[in-house]
């Protein structure tokens, strides 16, 4: 089993950078694919970003398009999401997620909805100040 730990919440105001990282263990080398989903108060969980664990390539919600990019340093077992030009509604709880389905090894299909993710982390809170 894979285990999530996810650290870099916090507050900040409406312009400003937070940078997540999220701290894989365990059985590593199944995960396919590592995203970051995240769920405002009142609303259902939604994808943010995803990257292929091997080949690297990568996906974005168009909401955070051109704000926001994913990274992972594989030696380390690090998932990181930079964000920038942040804004209110970004406010929500940002979860690093993994996956170990078989599709997604290539790199060519990606996980962007909960129930193709396998593994969570307990979630960081993300509160940006209008």
């Known amino acids: 089993q894979v285990q999530l730990v996810e650290s870099g919440g916090g507050l900040v105001q409406a312009g400003g950078s937070l940078r997540l990282s999220c701290a894989a263990s365990g059985r590593t080398v199944s995960m396919s694919a590592m995203g970051w989903l995240r769920q405002a108060p009142g609303k259902e969980r939604e994808f943010v970003a ?3 664990w091997v080949r690297g390539s990568t996906y ?3 909401s955070v398009k051109g704000r926001f990019t994913i990274s992972r340093d594989n030696a380390k077992n690090t998932l990181f999401l930079q964000m920038n030009s942040l804004k209110p509604e970004d406010t929500a709880v940002y979860y690093c997620a993994a996956s170990a389905r078989g599709q997604y090894y290539s790199g060519k299909n990606y996980p962007v909805v909960e129930d193709q993710y396998d593994r ?11």
């Open 50 to 52: 995803v990257i292929s």
């Open 60 to 62: 974005y919600a168009d």
């Open 120 to 130: 969570w982390g307990q979630g960081t809170q993300v509160t940006v100040s209008s």
